[in-house]
């Protein structure tokens, strides 16, 4: 089975879309990361590591120091996909970053997005 092009795609390279896709809702750098870090269980210094390194997306997701458990309250369609049905366990956890970065640019507040 052939995987996903996303999965070789470097993670640093796919980050600064969401950042700006974030800034131009008017939200922040900071928020940005702080849902990475929510999600994956990365801090500040680790995540700023793989951003900086040669890391892909799979590598990104399989290598995360925890991936938070309230993950799974992700609902909702990225790209006409709804996130909660996707099967395959890496792709899936792409489309919930995806789906908490939307949100963000959506203007939802960070407690909601956080699940709090």
């Known amino acids: 089975m052939t995987k996903h092009k996303v999965y070789g795609m470097r993670f640093g390279g796919v980050y600064p879309h969401y950042v700006v896709k974030a800034e131009k809702k008017g939200r922040t750098k ?7 870090c929510w999600l994956t269980g ?11 390194s040669e890391a892909d997306c799979e590598t ?5 120091p925890k991936l ?13 996909v ?20 939307d949100e963000l640019a959506k203007g ?9």
């Open 30 to 36: 900071a928020e940005v990361d702080e849902i990475i």
């Open 42 to 52: 990365h801090d500040q210094a680790s995540l700023g590591a793989v951003i900086a």
């Open 60 to 64: 990104f997701i399989t290598t995360a």
């Open 68 to 80: 938070n458990p309230a993950r799974e309250l992700i609902t909702g369609s990225v790209c006409g």
């Open 82 to 101: 709804k996130v909660q049905e996707v099967q395959e366990p890496v792709m899936r956890e792409l489309r919930y970053m995806d789906k908490l970065i």
């Open 108 to 116: 939802k507040a960070m407690e909601k997005i956080l699940r709090g």
